[in-house]
């Protein structure tokens, strides 16, 4: 199974601060990477496809990195709505797999 | 709208059984596969089983290989999701979640989930 290793787990920032987010993952998964937001109480909700494309409807301030085994997500400005965790997950291979989780709380 | 609602969570006993429903809607059903995706309480997002849109490939995740068993009826634009000998590690809220596109297993529409809680 590729293992994917996400950190931080949390983080605390300003409203404005750009944000970074890392992805590793056990072997190379080419671009074969997505973003996710989860907010408490809402389903979880798709930022980024292969490793660096925006989701249509997706803030512009979301962006993604990265092939083989190594990606950055970013939140250029954070925003108090930003407040949830995000997870990153590959589909090279079956079993799909998750990163840990990282929480993103507004100082 | 284009929507998926998961149903048929609730509390069971360990070793019982459930069987979770996923109604789709506002899109040709039979074109996309589809996934189950839970979360338990605290914890992060894990993969449990995928079925694609005609319903002869699928998947499933160890933890629950040889217990679930994933199914679809599209005459129904339906996604089920039958769980036997469940483990107090199963109690989690699972989702029903879309392939983006064939062949892509981003999940880009998700349902709002069903708690299933495994105790006595």
């Known amino acids: 199974d590729i293992q994917m290793t996400q950190s931080p787990s949390s983080l605390s920032a300003s409203v404005g601060d750009r944000v970074t987010i890392t992805c590793q993952a056990s072997q190379d998964i080419s671009n074969f990477l997505n973003w996710y937001q989860l907010r408490p109480g809402k389903a979880p909700n798709l930022l980024i496809y292969d490793a660096s494309n925006l989701e249509t409807g997706v803030p512009s301030r979301f962006s993604g990195s990265g092939s083989g085994t190594d990606f950055t997500f970013t939140i250029s400005s954070l925003q108090p709505e930003d407040s949830a965790t995000y997870y990153c997950q590959q589909y090279d291979n079956f079993p799909l797999t998750f990163g840990g989780g990282t929480k993103v709380e507004i100082k | 709208e284009v929507q998926l609602v998961e149903s048929g969570g609730g509390l069971v006993p360990p070793g019982g059984s459930l069987r979770l429903s996923c109604a789709a809607s506002g899109f040709t059903f039979n074109n996309y596969d589809i996934n189950w995706v839970r979360q338990a309480p605290g914890k992060g997002l894990e993969w449990v089983s995928y079925?694609?849109?005609?319903?002869?490939?699928?998947y499933y995740a160890d933890s629950v290989k040889g217990r679930f068993t994933i199914s679809r009826d599209n005459a129904k634009n339906s996604l089920y999701l039958q769980m036997n000998s469940l483990r107090a590690e199963d109690t989690a809220v699972y989702y029903c979640?879309?392939?983006?596109?064939?062949?892509?297993?981003?999940?880009?529409?998700w349902g709002q989930g069903t708690m299933v809680t495994v105790s006595s």
């Open positions: 079925i694609s849109g005609t319903g002869t490939s699928i």
């Open positions: 979640a879309r392939d983006r596109i064939v062949g892509e297993r981003s999940f880009d529409i």
